[in-house]
């Protein structure tokens, strides 16, 4: 039964993989990047990692994947052609590209498969109790390695204030290019003239503009 | 299964995102192609903590899964920024940082 498993979602996983390379809709790209995780996770259950797969499913396929629909939805994905179709190089590029991807392929197959491990072609370990379950991960988390839980955490909080740095609305709703630019007749000008400008930006003058 | 096919497919996975990070040019697509390298990187390790019998290689698919997350919320915050910018969203138009 386990082989018969593997190979389903092996080739689902590799056929998700080829599908977020080749389709041509970002929105397509992630809902194909879903199915590859899903079946990552089938994977990850047959090596017996199995807080690992439902980690990968909940956050990964769940979250993280709900913020790129989020984005393409907000940015408006648009088609864009496979390869360079006008872009610097061209064909000529691409192919270049694949040819170094097939070598490195290659390379590692041979790195990995002919690499003597004899325990390569076995098994694995055999199975404890408990292995990859909750408690024992969490147990690693908090002695072994708890150094590594704490930065892991710190990490995700200046992600989080990164991200939403980056992100944030700068200004008012107004041209883009003009925003935070100052003329020299607002530096000479008194606050509170009254003019067009102060009245349609509902800014009193010069102190909210430095601002 | 012997561990063997599992590092076949984490091979297989990887360059497939390797090529994606280099044909494509919406940076969108590349995010979700680093991811699928990352996840490739994250089979790898699960399947020689599998391999050892020691699950110090989960421990690390976990720690490795944190850091994507914090990669993909910077990196879609910064294709944000792009977006409200109004420059095009393809890597070969930005080219100002380009020597």
Redesign the interface.
């Known amino acids: 039964m386990?082989?018969v498993f593997?190979f389903i979602c092996?080739i689902g996983?590799?056929g998700g993989?080829?599908g977020?390379?080749v389709l041509k809709h970002?929105l397509y790209?992630?809902l194909s990047?879903v199915f590859?995780?899903l079946c990552?996770a089938g994977?990850?259950l047959?090596?017996?990692?199995e807080?690992?797969a439902a980690?990968?499913v909940v956050?990964?396929a769940g979250?993280?994947m709900v913020?790129?629909v989020f984005?393409?939805a907000?940015?408006g994905?648009?088609a864009?052609p496979?390869?360079?179709a006008g872009?610097?190089g061209g064909p000529a590029v691409?192919a270049l590209?694949?040819g170094?991807?097939?070598l490195?392929?290659i390379e590692?197959?041979i790195a990995?498969?002919g690499s003597g491990l004899s325990?390569?072609?076995?098994?694995?370990?055999?199975?404890?109790a408990g292995?990859?379950s909750p408690a024992?991960?969490g147990e690693?988390?908090l002695t072994?390695?708890l150094l590594?839980f704490e930065v892991?955490s710190f990490?995700?909080l200046?992600?989080?204030v990164?991200?939403?740095?980056?992100?944030r609305?700068r200004g008012g709703v107004g041209d883009?290019d003009a925003e935070g630019r100052i003329s020299v007749a607002q530096l000479l000008s008194p606050e509170g003239l009254g003019t067009m400008a102060e009245s349609v930006s509902g800014r009193s003058g010069l102190k909210d503009e430095v601002r | 299964?012997?561990?063997?096919?599992?590092?076949?497919?984490s091979?297989?996975?990887?360059?497939?995102?390797?090529?994606?990070v280099?044909?494509?040019?919406?940076p969108?697509?590349i995010?979700?192609?680093l991811?699928?390298m990352l996840?490739a990187a994250?089979?790898a390790l699960?399947?020689f903590?599998?391999?050892?019998?020691?699950?110090?290689g989960?421990?690390f698919?976990?720690?490795v899964?944190?850091?994507?997350?914090?990669?993909?919320?910077?990196g879609?915050?910064?294709?944000?920024?792009i977006?409200?910018?109004?420059l095009p969203?393809?890597v070969?138009e930005l080219k100002a940082l380009n020597g």
């Not at chain 1, 047959?46 to 990692?49: E, H």
């Not at chain 1, 990164?162 to 992100?167: D, F, I, N, T, Y």
């Open positions: 386990a082989p593997f092996g996983a590799i993989a080829i977020v390379v970002p790209s992630v990047l590859h995780l990552l994977l990850f047959l090596l017996r990692a807080f690992v980690a990968q956050v990964y979250a993280v913020l790129y984005v393409v907000y940015v994905g648009q864009e496979v390869g360079n872009g610097p691409r590209t694949l170094v991807v097939t490195l392929l590692l197959l990995t498969l325990a390569i072609g076995e098994e694995g370990a055999p199975y404890t292995f990859g024992k991960l690693l988390f072994d390695f590594a892991a990490l995700l200046i992600a989080a990164g991200a939403v740095v980056l992100a609305r883009p | 299964m012997a561990i063997g096919w599992y590092l076949g497919v091979v297989i996975i990887f360059c497939i995102g390797l090529a994606g280099l044909i494509r040019r919406n969108l697509v995010l979700l192609c991811e699928l996840n994250n089979l699960i399947a903590a599998r391999m050892h019998g020691n699950m110090d989960q421990v698919a976990i720690v899964m944190v850091v994507a997350a914090c990669e993909v919320t910077v879609l915050g910064m294709i944000v920024a977006y409200r910018r109004r969203i393809d070969d």
